[in-house]
Structures are given as structure tokens and as C-alpha cells.
């Protein structure tokens, strides 16, 4: 990894792709370690966090999440997930938070030296390729470790250095007691209940119609 301490740096966190990858790694983020690992290499400017939020649950899993990062030292950018139904007639959401980061990555981009995405979607490429056009360095954080791979080929490609999540598993994931892992493990294994990540996916289907 290529940092340098004197430069300005900005996180984007894709909240949903990074969930993702995390949980197909078996990797659960610290988020506090992970802003610190980074702001320890270089002069920190913004870590943007992204997610989409469905408004009408009664309770939220990721509502103490979001709170915690408001808290913290992030950024936090939410939208309300939008719904529709398909020409099949099933009910699908969307909370695809592509655009926000878009357009926050370029308003930011003359500020910086070096920008940290932490997402595998394609569609970022040509976002990261207009940013370094304004000499900043991207760096993009996913996995190739999985099977399928996280990140898309072509967006590794543009990027000016890919770091696999894999790699930062010690420096950036929850440290946990024996105790509290065996009680994990537990947890995980007694647990019906879906992800409230679920929805993020761009075309979540509820078969309920």
C-alpha cells in the first residue's frame, strides 16, 4: 500500500458493497480501526459513509450503526430505499447510492491528493478515471478473495492501487475476546433472521405481492 503522510485523503464507504464483501470474507469491520488505520498514514480529510435506509420499519438493525458513525467521525449520507413494483408483479426496492457518491467525489476531488473507495462496482469507473484526470490517486478497496470475486475487473484496472479487504482483516476488523467469539458463533448459528442488509441489493425482490 502507497500512502504518503503529507497528503489529503477522503474515504467513500459504499455501506452496502462493503457489507457485502466483508460478509463473504467472514470479516466483521471496526469501523473506529478502520478510519484510524487510515488516518494514521496520511492526513484524513473526510470519510464519507453511504446507505440506504428503509423508513417505514418499526426497528432497524443498522439504525445503531448509523448512529454510531454520526457520531464518529463520518459522514453520513442516507436516502430512503424506493420501491416499485415490476411488470410481473412483484415488489421490488432499490437503494442504489451511486449518484450521492458521484457527485460528492468530484465536488471534493480539488481538495484532495488521494482518495479511498471502498467498493467493487464497475460502475465506478469512469467516476474514478474522471477524478484522476484531476491528478488525484485512487486507490480501491474489495476483494479478489471470494468466490465470485467482489470487485469488477475493469474498475481494478483504472484504479491506481487495489488493496483486498483480506489483507486488512487484522487491522480493521472487530477484536473479539474468546468468549465473545464463542458466543458469536453461537449467535450465528441460532439466528432465523435475514440481514437488514438485505434490501440493499439494486434489485431486491420481495416474492410477496
Known sequence: MYFYPNERTALFIDGANLYATARSLQVEIDYKRLRQHFADRSQLVRAFYYTAIIEDQ??????????????????????????????????????????????????????????????????????????????VRVTVVSSNSTQPSMIADDLRRQADQFIDLEELRDKVSRQRSGQQARRAQVDDADSDEDDDYDYYDDDYEDETV
Open 58 to 135: 418499526e426497528y432497524s438493525p443498522l439504525r445503531p450503526l448509523i448512529d454510531w458513525l454520526d457520531y464518529n467521525g463520518f459522514t453520513l449520507v442516507t436516502k430512503p430505499v424506493k420501491e416499485y413494483t415490476d411488470d410481473q408483479g412483484r415488489r421490488k426496492v432499490k437503494g442504489n447510492m451511486d449518484i450521492e457518491i458521484a457527485v460528492d467525489m468530484l465536488n471534493i476531488a480539488s481538495a484532495l491528493d488521494h482518495i479511498i473507495l471502498f467498493s467493487g462496482d464497475g460502475d465506478f469507473r469512469r467516476l474514478v478515471e474522471a477524478v484522476q484526470r484531476k491528478g
